[in-house]
């Protein structure tokens, strides 16, 4: 198959109104990974994938920041029906992870990250993780269960010892709008020594429900991670390009 000229390596185009979906189509080469929210998200993104089959790739996940808003008997009926869609249909799994912003137990959180990542074991997918502190957990989890593991950790902003432990696990760092604030020490530092066949990049477009969506964001933050690399914003994006290749369904 014959992939458009640039892949974002996470959006939310569930999160965008019918006819601003069909405008971004329209207007753009891109094909859109995704990130799961919840169950009627990942049937929102069936919608989009039938209508567009190849410029999307679906994600199915119950996200950190959907546990804050249902009771554990509803996380644990929509985690079994989102599991069976899942199964049926060709997508990455996720996303899943930690959100220490969250009022959510780390318990609960820790629960259903394992789940999201047995899951994927079983039906070799590749996973889309969002993680945003408790880190242990997360490298515990993916320790114990004992992968291989395949995907991409999105949003990344840690240190470049964070960035090497989940490259180890077998993960590509995925570094998103966060790049362009000019408080991520820490990411700049990892860039420096990330390579660039475990670099991807993303737009985190839509970010949240009822966030609007700001274009040219893939093409910014591409251009902030060759600056601090040294290298041309091309080369940042043909290499998030063909990392990403790797994983397509
Ligand atoms: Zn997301």
Redesign the pocket.
């Known amino acids: 198959m014959l992939w458009p000229n640039k892949i974002d390596a996470?959006s939310?185009l569930s999160f965008l109104q019918s006819e601003q979906v069909d405008k971004l189509i329209d207007n753009s080469e891109t094909l859109f990974i995704q990130?799961g929210y919840d169950l009627e998200d990942f049937k929102a993104q069936l919608k989009i994938k039938n209508k567009y089959p190849d410029r999307i790739q679906i994600s199915g996940g119950l996200?950190p920041w959907t546990f804050k808003e249902k009771s554990v008997e509803q996380i644990e009926q929509e985690w079994i029906d989102l599991k069976s869609l899942i199964a049926q249909n060709m997508c990455f799994v996720g996303?899943t992870g930690f959100d220490k912003s969250v009022p959510v137990p780390k318990d609960v959180q820790y629960k259903y990250f394992c789940e999201h990542l047995e899951l994927a074991k079983k039906l070799d997918r590749p996973l889309v993780c969002?993680i945003y502190g408790h880190h242990d957990l997360a490298l515990k989890a993916l320790k114990d269960l004992s992968g291989p593991w395949r995907g991409i950790i999105?949003?990344f902003s840690g240190s470049p010892e964070l960035a090497k432990d989940y490259i180890i696990m077998g993960f590509l760092i995925s570094v998103g709008p966060g790049v362009l604030k000019p408080n991520y020490k820490n990411l700049v530092k990892s860039l420096q020594t990330i390579e660039v066949e475990k670099l991807v990049v993303e737009s985190?477009q839509p970010?949240e429900p009822g966030s609007p969506y700001l274009s040219g964001m893939l093409d910014q933050v591409s251009a902030k991670i060759a600056e601090i690399k040294g290298v041309s914003p091309e080369e940042v994006l043909q290499n998030s390009n063909k990392n990403l290749e790797g994983l397509l369904l």
């Open positions: 996470h939310h990130g996200h996303e969002h999105h949003g985190d970010t």
